[in-house]
């Protein structure tokens, strides 16, 4: 990897299929990057004044650098798993140029002196911007809200238990009730802690195999508690990993309604799917776990038809020790920051979803619920950008993974499309060294 | 609900061989539904006594050898006194049940308790208790006058007496003033109370709160409603603080106290958006630093130390008229 220094004055990035979905532009030609923000598109473009910079794109694809709405970092208090630093490496290596950062850390992110620690932190260590979600409860316990108007102010972009959901239908209605007055975004994935308690999707494979099955709605009636409490609160939500196609269904009807709902998908329930775990494979074990092919047809059309808005990496790191043990021991969870992009165009790949859609929903979709002034390409937005070749034909090897944690499900997997270049507010922050 | 105007029921007691003209109640069990008749006449009589309060001979033996009983199963110090030194000031006896060592401790029923009251044949029953409906339940069972102290989260009537008294001898009238009611409404009988009060009397009602302190469909018993107090003070002429149970702080309503203070307190920088000669209420007891900045608590604009002297005039007022003594009677006593 290497990282150029932005130099003050221009950047010209030339010969690039530019492509923003904010806009819907889809064109060949030229964009023109000042002071790290982007200045104009257009073809032909002139050279850069003096001093400025061209950038010959040799005809692949520019867009917004990608938005990941749900990132899990070990720093602070499980640095051996992933350091601010290192998810930042991972995170430009995979074109994530904004990334909301999960407040599952030890201490929780509970508070404004830990919520300004890790901004600062993350300011410090990272190229690439880290934004962290803050707690919807004290030590994520489930009981009592945290200072929603005070982490706002200090920079909490939503709120989140994190893996956990509110499984206090009290508490989840008034911190609903609360952070609407502060015009707070609440977020949550949708487990319940008791149905919820397998460890992989239940149905014939769990059978089969002896293992404990999570059944569908272990996600569904949670789900249909919050989009219940939403339309009696009047609250902000977006449902943060989804996995069934009735869960689809929920969110079209509350969307039809009205609700101020957004849903969110894991990059792993959108390509994988139970047969995937095969041998016991732990990291397969993912949280939503793997469902059948039906239910990520399902999700792949949610995402095709708009019910379904963000797609995220769910990156979720865990060490060797955590990972290799049985598989009925093991822990959710799989790293996503490097592959979210490839393998999201897989479903470009196989003519499921088109390639703007792709892109809408890893850039400004994530962007605008949270209310980010990123993930687009208009005059006067920061120069957040990735160029890709949408073809480049690779095979991922964990070894050459960024991330401080290789749980992968995708070790040896063959992929169609690569980030070459990672560029935040004009900046170089990532460039693929040559391949042999 | 229970009927607080007397035509309805006869009272067994002496008592009803009085009757105030004009003025429909035997019990105060509440501000709702009250006429503004009713309230004007309480308010005139509490004003004439806050000067019976103030000479150096205060009692005024109206209702000489009656018995008042304060039956309080919350505790109080400064509301139970508030209504003993009423009482007193009028010439009754009075007595103030212990609840704490009473029967009810040992499992004695609410209406258990009004049958063995009704027996010792009082003339007025003071009644706080925790539970919402407690002192209209009494007045059913017992034969005297009954009231309401507070009863949960319904009313506290004598509290929006004292309150709107206070504002008139600062404003000269409540009709047509805007009143800003800020804090825990959904916990709030004060705020009840005065919400039917200040609606009866022509001014208007605001509420600033944050959603989770607001009971559903607030508004419609009169009020707009506001979720910051950059947005509901402008142009008030009252401003009312309503006290916050710790118990409440702790992020079950709200997540901290200093998160409270940070957009619900009132300090001096918050006072500046209400009008200047805006007066500021509290029915204490105060959370300094939590509702209200002590600088605030303590200035020029407060009326808080003087609605503590209204309260017992308001008492005063409203054990006469519920007893039907004349206003012109018993100072010679």
């Known amino acids: ?436 | 609900m229970t009927s607080q105007h007397s035509p309805k029921r006869p009272l067994e007691t002496d008592a009803s061989a009085f009757q105030l003209p004009g003025f429909t109640l035997k019990h105060l069990l509440g501000m709702e539904g009250v006429s503004p008749r009713d309230i004007t006449i309480l308010l005139d009589r509490a004003n004439a006594m806050v000067d019976v309060s103030r000479r150096a001979e205060k009692r005024r033996n109206t209702l000489f050898g009656r018995t008042l009983i304060n039956l309080f199963f919350e505790n109080s110090t400064r509301t139970q006194s508030s209504f003993e030194i009423a009482g007193m000031r009028l010439g009754m006896d009075v007595v103030n049940m212990a609840v704490q060592t009473s029967s009810v401790k040992k499992g004695e029923t609410l209406l258990d308790t009004a049958q063995t009251l009704n027996a010792m044949r009082p003339d007025l029953l003071v009644v706080r208790h925790s539970a919402a409906g407690a002192a209209a339940l009494l007045s059913q069972k017992l034969g005297c006058g009954v009231i309401n102290a507070g009863d949960g989260a319904h009313e506290h009537p004598t509290q929006a007496l004292l309150d709107a008294l206070t504002i008139r001898r600062s404003k000269g009238t409540l009709e047509g003033l805007t009143v800003a009611i800020c804090g825990d409404i959904a916990h709030s009988r004060v705020a009840r109370s005065n919400i039917h009060l200040l609606n009866a009397m022509g001014a208007r009602v605001r509420l600033i709160a944050p959603s989770t302190l607001l009971p559903s469909r607030v508004d419609e018993l009169g009020a707009t409603v506001f979720r910051r107090m950059e947005d509901g003070l402008p142009g008030c002429d009252v401003i009312m603080m309503l006290r916050l149970q710790t118990e409440r702080m702790a992020g079950a309503f709200v997540p901290s106290a200093r998160e409270y203070y940070r957009y619900f307190g009132l300090d001096s920088a918050r006072v500046r958006l209400a009008n200047r000669d805006a007066i500021i209420m509290h029915p204490g007891p105060m959370n300094r630093g939590v509702e209200i900045a002590s600088d605030i608590a303590d200035g020029v604009q407060s009326v808080i130390v003087e609605q503590v002297e209204m309260g017992v005039a308001v008492r005063m007022a409203v054990m006469e008229a519920l007893m039907g003594a004349p206003l012109d009677g018993g100072d010679d006593a």
């Open chain 1, 1 to 436: 990897m290497t990282a150029t220094k932005g130099k003050p004055g221009q950047q010209l990035y030339r010969n690039a299929r530019i492509m923003d979905p904010a806009s819907g532009l889809d064109m060949h030609g030229d964009l023109l990057v000042q002071n790290g923000r982007i200045v104009r598109t257009g073809k032909n473009l002139p050279p850069p004044k003096k001093g400025g910079a061209i950038v010959d794109c040799e005809g692949h694809v520019l867009a917004p650098g990608l938005v990941d709405s749900r990132v899990f970092i070990g720093e602070p208090g499980g640095e051996h798993r992933e350091t601010i630093k290192t998810a930042g490496k991972a995170a430009a290596a995979g074109g994530v140029t904004t990334m909301v950062m999960m407040p599952d850390t030890s201490p929780v992110i509970d508070d404004v002196s830990l919520l300004e620690f890790v901004r600062k932190t993350a300011k410090s260590k990272s190229k690439i911007r880290i934004l962290p979600a803050a707690a919807i409860t004290r030590g994520l316990q489930g009981q009592e809200m945290t200072e929603f108007g005070l982490l706002r102010d200090a920079g909490a972009v939503a709120f989140t238990d994190g893996h956990k959901m509110v499984d206090d239908a009290q508490v989840m209605r008034r911190a609903l009730t609360y952070a609407r007055d502060f015009d707070a975004l609440l977020m949550a994935p949708h487990r319940d802690p008791s149905l919820g308690r397998g460890v992989m999707n239940a149905g014939l494979n769990a059978t089969r195999m002896g293992l404990a099955g999570i059944p569908r709605e272990a996600e569904i009636i949670p789900l249909e508690r919050d989009m219940r409490l939403v339309a009696m609160t009047k609250g902000r939500f977006h449902a943060s990993t989804l996995s069934t196609s009735a869960s689809v269904e929920v969110i079209a009807r509350a969307k039809d309604k009205g609700l101020d709902v957004s849903a969110g998908v894991a990059l792993a329930n959108l390509t994988l799917n139970e047969t995937d775990i095969g041998d016991y494979r732990t990291f397969f074990r993912v949280s939503p776990p793997l469902r059948d092919e039906q239910d990520r047809l399902a999700m792949v059309e949610g995402i095709k038809d708009g019910t379904l808005d963000i797609i995220c990496s769910n990156h979720d790191p865990q060490e060797e020790d955590t990972k290799r043990l049985p598989f009925a021991e093991a822990a959710d969870g799989a790293v996503g920051l490097e592959t979210l992009l490839a393998g999201a165009l897989r479903l470009y790949h196989s003519a499921d979803v088109p390639l703007m859609r792709i892109l809408e929903c890893l850039t400004v979709a994530p962007a605008q619920r949270l209310g980010l002034k990123c993930g687009r390409m208009e005059k006067g937005a920061r120069a957040d950008l990735i160029l890709f070749d949408p073809d480049h034909p690779w095979v991922l090897d964990d070894s050459e993974l960024h991330s401080r944690s290789r749980n992968t499900p995708f070790q040896n997997a063959r992929f169609s499309g690569r980030v070459l270049k990672t560029i935040v507010l004009g900046r170089t922050v990532f460039e693929l060294k040559d391949q042999h």
